[in-house]
């Protein structure tokens, strides 16, 4: 019996516009995640990537604490974690400055108290209008 919990974020894929001469997106494709420690503006990003090529990032929200811990790429570097990302819908400009994004859902896989902490740490998920799944 595995005692493994996945945690499922409905959100979105940020920089599409900057990445949309790279892919083609398709719903229901998925993709994975991988921490971006050498990123200029965020040492803490997480990249969304297609045949080792970056297609964008999951949201500074999600990838960071209040304090700007690195939430997902701390889980994501644990050797028995996984994320990864389902393209959702198509691109839309929500305004607001944030550019083309991608709706998707971010799936988080790991050894259930891992990911019970990942849940308990991501201070976004405590706002309204947020879901999740488990």
């Known amino acids: 019996m595995s005692d493994n919990r996945i945690l499922k974020i409905s959100s979105w894929i940020r920089g599409f516009h900057v990445y949309k001469n790279c892919w083609t997106p398709t719903c229901d494709k998925i993709l994975p995640l991988q921490p971006e420690p050498g990123n200029a503006e965020d040492k803490n990003a997480v990249s969304v990537l297609k045949d080792s090529r970056v297609l964008g ?70 706002q309204p209008g947020n879901t999740s799944g488990g």
């Open 57 to 126: 990032h999951i949201p500074f929200h999600l990838a960071n604490t209040k304090n700007r811990t690195g939430i997902a790429t701390h889980f994501i570097s644990k050797p028995k974690n996984q994320g990864s990302t389902e393209v959702c819908g198509e691109a839309v400009n929500r305004g607001g400055g944030l550019g083309v994004e991608m709706p998707c859902v971010y799936i988080f896989d790991g050894p259930r108290k891992h990911v019970d902490l990942l849940e308990q740490l991501l201070d976004f998920l405590q």
